[in-house]
């Protein structure tokens, strides 16, 4: 059975950092594309960032220079690092994971997902 987790939500102060977490298991595939989304309410889960099985990472405009994800791919992990946080980036921050390396920025392409983090950034 498939399981991700994610870890590392938190309350911060806008302008600090944080980072999350996700493990993946239970794989049926050998080649863990993962990727980052985050849910507003009243919104459509939108992108924030992948990266593929071959390390190649793409972000979301609202995050990129803000934002790095790296994946372990031999742990089926990857982290991402937020930095310079904003209000606007307080969200519910989900993983996901899929074994085709296309679209990696799509979320209806990601056949399995984590339960989510509460990402919460005062001002």
């Known amino acids: 059975q498939v399981q991700v987790v994610e870890s590392g939500g938190g309350l911060v102060q806008a302008g600090g950092s944080l980072g999350l977490s996700c493990t993946a298991s239970?794989?049926?595939?050998?080649?863990?594309?993962m990727g980052w989304f985050r849910h507003y309410p009243g919104k459509e889960r939108e992108a924030v960032a992948s990266?593929?099985?071959?390390?190649?990472?793409a972000y979301a405009d609202s995050v990129s220079g803000r934002f790095t994800i790296s994946q372990d791919t031999a742990k089926n992990t990857a982290h991402l690092e937020m930095s310079s946080l904003k209000p606007d980036d307080t969200a519910m921050y989900y993983c996901?994971?899929?074994?085709?390396?296309?679209?990696?920025?799509?979320?209806?392409?990601?056949?399995?997902w984590g339960q989510g983090t509460q990402v919460t950034v005062s001002s």
């Open positions: 996901a994971v899929k074994g085709s390396s296309s679209n990696c920025l799509v979320p209806w392409t990601y056949h399995y």
């Open positions: 990266v593929d099985s071959d390390g190649r990472a």
């Open positions: 239970g794989l049926t595939f050998d080649d863990a594309n």
